[in-house]
């Protein structure tokens, strides 16, 4: 990070700018309960939405909060646009700066295309989430909510169930939350949780319920079908039998245990709907804190006056 830069991945933060865009997040998450949504941070500056993949959390809360703080956006999908017509990414974001942007924030299915664009173009590169490798500003919102319900990171213990292996969330979160002093264990099936996450601190298991008793937080991933080249589990059925997350498993963590999930999810697979739409499900309020959370980057990699006078 930061200023002028951009947000490439959770590994480039220091722990004091984590804290520093959470601070800031709740800052927006105050100025929006309280139905304050006419900001001026980014008045005059222009952002473009580039989703080369699909998306409704990131695309449309980066969106909302660009907005909220008086920007122009572009959304740009894919579909419909001269990618179709075989413009490469480079030509196609060298027209988009021709056109006057400030920023770009992009989500790709390749691995590394943030990095890749950033070596190309003098402007912020924010990084919406990019194949298996890093989603930021999912991260950060997923610790905003923790830090909201918990008052602090420090100690917990941070349970991540399912495809680790294809998951930038899971990297990301495991990054994030380690940088922050909690304790990170994965757990899934053998053939979708790497070995190589020790090398971040992770502590591993492949049993479900070991890895949730006494958790303070426990997050389900989505199986991400689209990147798995061959059969990695035996089905959905199976895996939903021993690797979901139900109320049985559930009950081994903490009480006041927190269950996040960084969607879409597939119910009754990663979740049961029971615990999906129970007490404990902290599913909206993490799409509530991802506006925040975008607000908060976007300010501080373009804006200025950073805790502006709501107006
Ligand atoms: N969590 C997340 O990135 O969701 P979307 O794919 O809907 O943006």
């Known amino acids: 990070m930061f200023k002028n830069y951009g947000l490439l991945g959770i590994e480039h933060l220091e722990k004091e ?124 919102l997923d610790m905003m909510t923790v830090m909201e319900y918990k008052g602090t990171l420090k100690d917990l213990k941070i349970a991540i169930i399912g495809d680790i292996a294809h998951s930038r969330v899971a990297k990301s979160n495991l990054i994030g939350f380690s940088k922050m002093g909690a304790k990170v264990f994965l757990a899934g099936p053998s053939t979708l949780v790497p070995e190589a996450a020790k090398k971040f601190g992770a502590i591993i298991s492949y049993n479900v319920k070991e890895a949730v008793k006494e958790a303070d937080v426990v997050m389900g991933l989505r199986l991400q079908l689209e990147r798995q080249k061959k059969n990695l589990f035996p089905s959905t059925g199976e895996y939903a039998k ?32 029971e615990v999906m739409d129970g007490e404990k499900s902290c599913i909206g309020e993490q799409v509530t804190n991802g506006v925040a959370i975008r607000m908060a980057v976007l300010n501080l990699l373009i804006g200025g006056n950073e805790y502006e006078k709501a107006v």
Do not use: W
Request: glycine residues 6%; aromatic residues 8%.
């Open 17 to 140: 700018e984590i804290e520093k865009i959470l601070e800031l997040a709740f800052f927006y998450k105050d100025c929006i309960k309280k139905n304050i949504k006419k900001l001026s941070a980014l008045k005059g500056k222009s952002v473009v939405n580039l989703f080369y993949e699909p998306s409704t959390r990131t695309k449309n809360s980066f969106e909302l909060a660009a907005k909220y703080l008086g920007a122009n956006v572009i959304n740009f999908t894919t579909q419909g646009s001269s990618v179709q017509k075989g413009e490469t990414l480079k030509d196609t974001v060298s027209t988009l700066t021709a056109m006057g942007i400030d920023a770009v924030i992009i989500r790709h299915n390749v691995s590394g295309t943030p990095m890749y664009l950033k070596k190309y173009i003098n402007l912020p590169v924010i990084n919406a989430g990019d194949g298996m490798h890093e989603h930021p500003t999912q991260a950060l």
């Open 242 to 273: 021993y690797y979901g997350i139900n109320s049985t498993v559930l009950n081994l963590a903490k009480p006041d245990v927190l269950l996040l999930h960084p969607g879409p999810v597939n119910r009754e697979v990663e979740l049961t709907s």
